[in-house]
Each structure stands twice: as C-alpha cells, then as structure tokens.
C-alpha cells in the first residue's frame, strides 16, 4: 500500500523557516514527479512546488519563488520543502503529493494530476 507521511510541520514566527518532510513508502517513486500544495480554511488547494525525479526541473508558485525549495532524495524515498522568511500568508496543512497517469515524470501544478497525497501538515505564521 502507498503511503506518504508529510512531517515537520509547526508554529514559527514571520521571517522563520521550516523544513518539511515528505516519506514515501509502499513503492518506489524515483522515476515520479513529486509536487507541494496547501491549504487554508475556506479556500482551494493550491499549488507550491514540485520537481522531476532528480530534481533538474522545478515549478514554484509566484508566491513562493524565492523562499521556498524543493529538493528529493531517492535513494530514501523523500521530498523536502525548505521554506525561508515564512509570512502569515504561508499558513496552511501542507500535503505532498506523487504524479499519476501517463506523463507521471513530468511536474505539474494541477491538484487533479497527482493521484497518492500524504495526510498533511499543519503550519502556521505568527507575525
């Protein structure tokens, strides 16, 4: 069974960083992009980042690009989500998630294209 288990999570004050782990396990997703998302109450999931499976391409959301890096270890089976200069806005359960589907090696930033997601991450900016 395919599990992803998303830690590191927490409260931290603006201008802070975290790191936030993604582990899969069940399968192996080395050949797989791998993608970020949040959400907050009240509004849709959205897009953060997500990169092919050795990391030579990446995709960011505008709000994001600069602070935030994603980054993999295949060998462990693990996405990693710096994040530097957190802000109130950044305050969401953040999921990870693996591409589906025939392009699955190939990043995207649509929610609908990732088809195994983690159980989520809580963060919160305090300012």
């Known amino acids: 069974q395919v599990q992803l288990v998303e830690s590191g999570g927490g409260l931290v004050q603006a201008g802070g960083s975290l790191r936030l782990s993604c582990a899969a396990s069940g399968r192996t997703f080395s050949s797989y992009a791998m993608g970020w998302f949040r959400q907050s109450p009240g509004k849709e999931r959205e897009f953060v980042a997500a990169n092919t499976w050795n990391g030579a391409t990446t995709y960011y959301a505008d709000s994001v690009r600069g602070r935030f890096t994603i980054s993999r270890d295949n060998v462990n089976n693990t996405s990693y989500l710096y994040m530097n200069s957190l802000k109130p806005e950044d305050t969401a359960v953040y999921y990870c998630?693996?591409?589906?589907?025939?392009?699955?090696?190939?990043?995207?930033?649509?929610?609908?294209?990732?088809?195994?997601w983690g159980q989520g991450t809580q963060v919160t900016v305090s300012s």
């Open positions: 998630a693996v591409k589906g589907g025939s392009y699955a090696h190939i990043p995207s930033k649509s929610v609908e294209e990732y088809v195994y």
